[in-house]
């Protein structure tokens, strides 16, 4: 698919997606021609996701990334989640052959001293099978929100990755935090626990730290890190240019 098709049809699914209620947006993506591909992390938002998806059993793949250094809350959430939905959840972990080099290069913890290393980190754990796990897709369902970050203000409902080639689909862009957890309270969907301890955003144990009164939803990510936009590379399109899947390694 070349680059103008593409933004052409996120810009008419964005403003297709942008009338209907969160069921309706995932039912609508669900019937498009080509696989669709929900990337969980087992945030509230992904669960609220995750929840809709099913419960109205919809042909979208569910998928998480096994980092290696998940919280074990969100380990114990994986398993809780397909019981609570009759749903696969499929891991992708990282390849042991890069965890080895990386650690040889920089160190287990060597995130902690630079970006480069970080960046490097998060390539290994995240960035390679989120690849492995989008092969294929022609939509990549996320949970991003505009009230996250201010880098996140100005999510669409639908835009075009180019780089990997499909198209990006953020059903909960326009939903707040209070929404968020009114829903989830309504729905008795599950979540992870870390939540009610101050963390609103959660990824890897050694990266995630609680939030302070007054703080951003995600300040609590990369905490040592000054740069106020920081992202592990997911939803950073250059990152995703320099990543080349290898054969994958769901289970």
Not at 13 to 24: F, K, T
Request: net charge negative; aromatic share 6%.
């Amino acid at each position: 698919m070349t680059t103008q098709p593409l933004e052409a049809e996120a810009v008419a699914l964005s403003e297709a997606l942008e009338g209907l209620d969160l069921a309706g947006r995932l039912a609508l993506v669900a019937g498009l021609e080509g696989r669709a591909v929900f990337t969980t992390s087992l945030g509230i938002e992904d669960q609220v996701i995750t929840a809709a998806i099913g419960t109205n059993r919809l042909d979208i793949d569910v998928a998480t990334l096994k980092t290696g250094r998940l919280f074990n809350e969100t380990v114990a959430l994986i398993d809780k989640t397909e019981e609570t939905y009759g749903i696969l959840i499929k891991r992708f972990y990282p390849e042991k052959a890069d965890i080895d080099a990386y650690v040889a290069q920089y160190g287990v913890n060597g995130f902690y001293e630079s970006v480069e290393a970080r960046h490097a980190c998060c390539g290994v754990r995240k960035l390679k099978p989120l690849a492995r796990a989008l092969e294929g897709a022609s939509y990549w369902i996320t949970g991003l929100r505009r009230g996250q970050s201010g880098n996140r203000a100005a999510t669409p409902f639908a835009e075009a990755d180019i780089e990997r080639g499909l198209i990006k689909i953020n059903p909960l862009a326009d939903w707040d935090i209070e929404t968020i957890r009114a829903h989830v309270a309504a729905q008795a969907i599950p979540v992870n626990p870390l939540h009610a301890r101050g963390y609103p955003s959660i990824g890897c144990e050694p990266c995630t730290r609680a939030i302070k009164p007054g703080e951003p939803e995600r300040a609590g990510r990369w905490w040592w890190e000054n740069d106020e936009k920081r992202e592990c590379g997911l939803h950073v399109p250059e990152a995703a240019s320099s990543i080349i899947p290898n054969a994958s390694n769901a289970a």
